[in-house]
């Protein structure tokens, strides 16, 4: 059974731009969350997908959005990009709704803003 | 909102000896507590979870305990290996919220 896959794996932006990661899930998992992961701050919760809906979003600006897809495949955007932006973003699926069994995550993509 | 607080941030044991990484958490209605291992390169993976009606867990050599009144929970790694050295993360959540994790526990393992 394939994992998650996150693309693209490495990617570097200056100031200003956007950008749109990409996540596909477990075959048979409806439910994507998105972290955001810094040295400092671990994992921060971004947001939850479960059949197309945003169940929940954490405490990050405007700027952080997200959708997904009839096939369960996600993709999360950040415009107007920051240097505090920088980080690792993972992607993990559920087979259940909210974060109450094992996520499987992604090996995440890896951000740079200059 | 929930907050989790994990210690020690880094932890370097002996080959064969235990390792106990600790976190307190603020939420008393939170019920379900993982813990992820995350090695170099790799997004975490769970590795053993405890839910709120039950004080203890085994697998193999990885144990947690959980102590609601108290709002704390802790991982027991014995025996430690060198394949045992990655970053740890503890986490808490309730009903369908998002887990809110640890700031993760660098553990070395020295052969």
């Known amino acids: 059974k394939a994992g998650v896959t996150q693309t693209p794996r490495y990617l570097i932006k200056t100031r200003g731009q956007q950008v749109t990661l990409s996540c596909s899930p477990i075959?048979?998992?409806?439910?994507v969350s998105w972290y955001q992961q810094t040295p400092g701050q671990g994992l921060q919760f971004l947001f939850e997908?479960?059949?197309?809906?945003?169940?929940n979003k954490g405490n990050f600006p405007g700027r952080f959005s997200g959708r997904q897809f009839s096939n369960s495949r996600s993709e999360m955007n950040v415009s107007t990009l920051e240097l505090g932006d920088s980080a690792l973003y993972l992607c993990?699926?559920?087979?259940?709704?909210?974060?109450?069994?094992?996520?499987?995550f992604g090996e995440g993509s890896r951000l740079t803003v200059l | 909102g929930e907050n989790v607080e994990q210690h020690p941030s880094t932890l370097s044991v002996q080959e064969g000896d235990s390792a106990v990484i600790k976190c307190t958490y603020s939420?008393?209605?939170?019920?379900?507590f993982p813990w992820y291992k995350q090695e170099l390169g790799k997004g975490p993976q769970l590795i053993i979870d405890?839910?709120?009606?039950?004080g203890e867990k085994k697998d193999q050599r990885i144990a947690v305990t959980l102590n609601k009144t108290a709002k704390h929970f802790s991982l027991h790694i014995t025996e430690t290996q060198p394949e045992d050295s990655a970053v740890y993360f503890c986490?808490?959540?309730?009903?369908?919220?998002?887990?809110?994790f640890g700031k993760g526990t660098r553990l070395s393992v020295i052969a």
């Open positions: 997908y479960f059949s197309e809906t945003q169940r």
């Open positions: 993990a699926s559920s087979s259940r709704e909210g974060n109450t069994g094992e996520l499987f």
């Open positions: 405890i839910r709120s009606n039950v």
């Open positions: 986490a808490a959540s309730k009903g369908n919220t998002p887990l809110v």
């Open positions: 075959s048979g998992h409806r439910s």
């Open positions: 939420d008393s209605a939170s019920n379900y």
